[in-house]
Structures are given as structure tokens and as C-alpha cells.
């Protein structure tokens, strides 16, 4: 059953319209499935993020000398928050929601910082933007993309 999309299949069966290469129906299942594909690689992008920030950052991954306890203690709490997140999604004006995606996000941004933001930094100022308004507007960037990864997911996937 399609849950995301407003198509009635039946509708379009008495119409008599066909298209060529593919059904509306069968599109719109497709379309579901890959949105919870999505939704699941940006789960783990998070994940990701946030063991990255546990284990001292990425310098530290890259020199092969992480932090484990601290990268398996921020794995758990990103675990943790993304479940506070799943239970409290119908009520997403609730304190335990908003503190749980906040939570996510900000150690999201964390295990990403070091590798977008400069990267960021360096495209806006090449597209002539002064260097503290690059690092304003990257950090923002960085802010929306973290809340995109950690609440897509949950609509997605509960939806």
C-alpha cells in the first residue's frame, strides 16, 4: 500500500490512461522505497558524523589513533537521541523532540565541521562573498544540512 502519495490506482485504471514506459503506480512505489532508502543512508550519515566526533574528530580517525570509548559512547547517544526523536515525531513541538534533534545535529555538525566547513569557506569566498560573511554563511549551511539529516529520516520512515 502507497502511504506517502495521494494516488489512487484504481482511479486511474477506470480512466484507461496508460503510460508508456511506467505505471503512475508503479513510480509512486518506487519513489516510497527510495525515499526509505534515503532516509536510511542519512541515518547512518549521522551515525557516522557523530562517531566521528566521539573519536576525537576526523584527524584523529586519520592518524588511526581514534578515541573508542568516546566513539562508542557517541554512536549510543546518537542512538538514543534518534530514538527520542522516533517516539516523539507526532509531537514534534515538545521540548524531548526539539532537545533530541538539536542534540543530533549539533553532534552531527561536530563530526563533520572539519571536513565541510572549510571546504564551504573556500567555495563561497571564491564566489566573492567577504571571508567572515564565507564562514557565517557556511556554518548556517552546515546547521541546515545536519537538521535536514536528522529529521528527513523520521518523516520519511514514519510517514
Known amino acids: 500500500m502507497i502511504k506517502s502519495r495521494d494516488y489512487d490506482p484504481k482511479a486511474e485504471a477506470e480512466r ?3 503510460a508508456a514506459l511506467f505505471s503512475r503506480t508503479r513510480l509512486a512505489r ?12 542519512l541515518l547512518l550519515v549521522s551515525l557516522i558524523g557523530s562517531i566521528l566526533a566521539g573519536g ?12 573508542g570509548w568516546g566513539a562508542i559512547a557517541a554512536g ?14 507526532a509531537r514534534w513541538r515538545s521540548w524531548q523532540y526539539g ?4 542534540l543530533s545535529s549539533a ?9 565541510a566547513w572549510p571546504w564551504l569557506v573556500d567555495i563561497l569566498e571564491a564566489a566573492q562573498l567577504p571571508t567572515l560573511t564565507a564562514q557565517i554563511v557556511a556554518g548556517l549551511l552546515l546547521g541546515l544540512a545536519a537538521l535536514g539529516v536528522d529529521i ?8
Open 16 to 18: 484507461g490512461h496508460a
Open 30 to 41: 518506487q519513489q516510497t522505497g527510495f525515499e526509505r532508502f534515503v532516509a536510511v543512508l
Open 56 to 67: 576525537g574528530g576526523v584527524a584523529r580517525w586519520l592518524a588511526l589513533t581514534p578515541i
Open 76 to 89: 549510543i547517544v546518537q542512538c538514543l537521541l534518534s530514538y527520542v526523536q522516533y517516539i516523539y515525531a
Open 99 to 102: 532537545g533530541a534533534v538539536l
Open 107 to 115: 553532534l552531527t555538525i561536530a563530526g563533520y565541521w572539519p571536513l
Open 152 to 159: 528527513f529520516p523520521e518523516k520519511t520512515l514514519l510517514g
